[in-house]
């Protein structure tokens, strides 16, 4: 096949369309093609005056010598995976996010019928907890955003973008995709999902999973590794009140960056573990449509998508960064609460990402060095202060405290909306953010907003929202392994975000992958 790259286009346009335009462009016969595909499909909005689209291509051509003229492609091929190993003593997931998904799938194509213990419920019970808590501000603690099938991600953005580079993430695309997921996902430069589809997509993940003779254990709580001369041997989990135990010579550790129990419990049984830097901050909303006019202004005539922005500044008085993160284009503030008492906020978009509103986290980095011990844990405490303050702000019923921008760099309290409304259940209550979080937070954000605004023409207006508070941006702890991806104790892979691996649903089920694949070279029981 031959590439095309760097292809503008200032049109809307279907493949039929595309195709022929590329044709006349490009001085080539449309009856040569055999085939052809998008390989990657971009906006290019630099000069608000000439705002296009970027299309990689790749055709395959009747004679190619005719078209020498342009570069080879290869198609990318998936790395050879196939193992086939029967042998390997039934292995046990722990946690149904993405890390444990993927590394479920993987065992599954190589022969392999993993066990699933996952301490919340199926995806679609799952929604009807979530859904319950927003209308009522009843919280299940053990069904809700962050805990259950599917993991955090399910109730995001459903991102697939990321900073690795890795041949695995084809696999988590092409996988995605076969389980439902848009076809544009796999040449999209920014592609997304949505939690629309996602609730869909695990349940068909899961599906596929029993079909092919992998067994899922929800509602089911694993409170203990049973180690002995320093290898695991068992694990033990509650369901229904009543304990099991559960023989198993491998376990991927694919908790969550918000399973604090399972912390402590895996500290306590001499999981080698260290604190790591995190960032903590706020949810900021504004309207969508602004946020569009600073992106793409008013002269385009393309039918682009709600605009996205990803921001970063640090501040030399404080010497911390202050960045942008899960972007959520035309989304909701999400109450993700995982322990009573306390709140916790995230973002959330449906596919079409349709909302009012644009919301983001925008965070400050702390370090092991800001925490009140040197203890591994000490940064779930960090967390969970900050949480607590929050709830109490709120009102003690999961409202969370909120603050207009403007009002927040003044130091002075809220007392009503301007043009951008809260999309945040079960509700918010005025409070000034600047008494929740810490000193050094606030003066790196503050700053931050007045740099944003540089970049992006009314970032800073005093009527954009601010929600409090974003904590659980990523895991507080990384949970060591070596180079084979074990942790100290043999059998036991840390694995994903929990595990201090990862950041998002892509590079979580690219280390789901990677952990089940190291799993496999471990020695193995008769």
Same mark, same amino acid.
């Given at each position: ?340 008492? !306390?709140? &916790?906020?995230?973002?959330? @978009?449906?596919?079409? #990402?349709?909302?009012? %509103?644009? $919301?983001?986290?925008?965070? =400050? ?101 601010? !929600?409090? &508070?974003?904590?659980?941006? @990523?895991?507080?702890? #990384?949970?060591?392994? %070596?180079? $084979?991806?074990?942790?100290? =104790? ?37």
């Amino acid at each position: 096949m031959k590439r095309i790259n760097n292809i503008k286009i200032y049109e809307d346009l279907d493949n039929n369309s595309l195709i022929e335009l590329i044709c006349k462009k490009y001085h080539i016969v449309y009856e040569d093609i055999l085939d052809w595909h998008i390989i990657k499909k971009s906006i290019d909005a630099r000069n608000k005056d000439n705002i296009h689209y970027l299309y990689n291509i790749a055709i395959s051509f009747k004679s190619e010598k005719k078209y020498s003229k342009f570069d080879d492609y290869k198609k990318f091929e998936l790395p050879n995976i196939n193992i086939k190993n029967n042998n390997l003593e039934r292995p046990v997931i722990v946690g149904a996010g993405p890390a444990g998904l993927f590394a479920a799938l993987t065992f599954i194509k190589n022969g392999i019928n993993p066990i699933i213990i996952e301490q919340g419920k199926k995806v679609e019970d799952r929604k009807k907890d979530v859904d319950t808590f927003l209308k009522t501000g009843n919280l299940d603690t053990n069904s809700n955003i962050q805990f259950g099938e599917g993991g955090a991600g399910t109730f995001s953005d459903g991102k697939l973008t990321s900073g690795i580079n890795n041949p695995l993430c084809s696999i988590v695309l092409q996988d995605f995709y076969k389980f439902g997921a848009p076809e544009q996902i796999l040449y999209l430069a920014k592609p997304h999902i949505g939690t629309d589809n996602l609730v869909k997509i695990i349940s068909n993940m899961r599906n596929y999973i029993i079909s092919k003779g992998g067994e899922f254990l929800f509602n089911s709580k694993v409170v203990d590794f049973n180690i002995k001369d320093n290898k695991i041997e068992s694990v033990t989990y509650v369901t229904e009140g009543k304990e099991y135990t559960l023989a198993t010579s491998t376990v991927i550790l694919a908790i969550g960056h918000s399973s604090r129990d399972t912390f402590y419990k895996i500290y306590d049984k001499g999981l080698n573990m260290e604190s790591k830097n995190f960032s903590v901050g706020v949810r900021v909303e504004h309207l969508q449509q602004d946020i569009n006019f600073a992106q793409y202004g008013d002269k385009t005539k393309l039918k682009l998508p709600p605009a996205e922005y990803k921001l970063v500044y640090h501040d030399k008085d404080t010497g911390r960064s202050c960045y942008s993160f899960c972007m959520c284009p035309g989304g909701t503030v999400m109450a993700s609460s995982s322990e009573e008492n !306390t709140i &916790v906020t995230n973002g959330m @978009s449906v596919f079409k #990402r349709d909302g009012k %509103n644009a $919301n983001s986290a925008i965070l =400050v980095n702390v370090t092991p060095a800001d925490f009140s011990s040197n203890s591994p844990l000490a940064g779930i405490d960090f967390q969970k202060d900050l949480e607590e303050k929050a709830f109490i702000a709120g009102g003690k019923n999961y409202y969370a405290p909120i603050q207009k921008l403007g009002d927040y760099l003044n130091n002075t309290l809220s007392c009503e909306f301007g043009k951008v409304k809260p999309t945040y259940l079960p509700g918010t209550t005025f409070y000034n953010l600047n008494n929740i979080l810490p000193y050094f937070v606030n003066m790196t954000m503050k700053n931050a907003f007045l740099h944003f605004d540089n970049q992006i023409h009314g970032f800073a207006n005093p009527d954009t929202l601010l !929600t409090g &508070v974003e904590t659980r941006s @990523s895991s507080p702890v #990384r949970i060591i392994r %070596n180079e $084979n991806l074990m942790s100290n =104790v043999e059998g036991i892979y840390p694995c994903g975000e929990g595990a201090g691996y990862a950041g998002g649903i892509m590079s979580a089920a690219v280390d789901g992958i990677k952990c089940a694949l190291a799993s496999f070279k471990q020695p193995l029981k008769s």
